[in-house]
């Protein structure tokens, strides 16, 4: 058989999944606990998701640990992409805290800005052991959805599902749909979701082709 030389296209959203630090995951969990319950700083008027507990977060001192995700975001997309042309010159645009109980869930939505990233500081283990025991097609009880473009059959990847574990950060084009599972167990998950603003540069052409930015 001769040699086939070929080449392929990275193509469609580049989406980003590290661990936060256990400093990182105190600092959130300690914001938050500055905000619960203070009707002032509720989010859930602004949000697609159908939750009870939405909080607005102060942006600094979580802008100063996220800085460093956002920085390893970037150098992964440029290797992805194959040239230097995103740069971390970011800004927070929103901010907020979820606080997510059973029967709780969000539809399928995007955001706005230009990136957007979901942290999960706390998932309890009564949840971890729900989804373990589910026996459905798609992603189970408490799980993340990403869809990109429309189906086209099992010849592409079109859609990313994952279950979260704890400390887990996904930093993604603010324009790709995703979807979070309602769980049953009597437990409180708790994330962290914000919309990322780029200075200087029309990044969102260079990360994601397509999509409207609508809602955060």
Known sequence: MPEVKYS???WGPFLFKSTISDEFQKLILSE???VR???SESYVSRLAGHLKEEYKLPAARIMEQLKHYLEAYCIGYN???GDGGMKP?????SLWINYMKAGDFNPPHDHSGDLSFVIFPKIPKELIEENKNFTGTLQG???ISFIWGDTVGHMAISMVHQMPAEKDIF????GLKHWVFPFRSNVTRISVSGNILFEGQDSRVNYFEGGTKDGG
């Open 141 to 143: 009880p408490g799980g």
């Open 32 to 34: 938050g606990a500055k």
């Open 79 to 81: 290797r992805w992409r």
């Open 171 to 174: 930093i993604f084009p603010a």
């Open 8 to 10: 392929f296209f990275n």
């Open 89 to 93: 010159n970011a800004s927070l645009l």
């Open 37 to 39: 319950g203070k009707e």
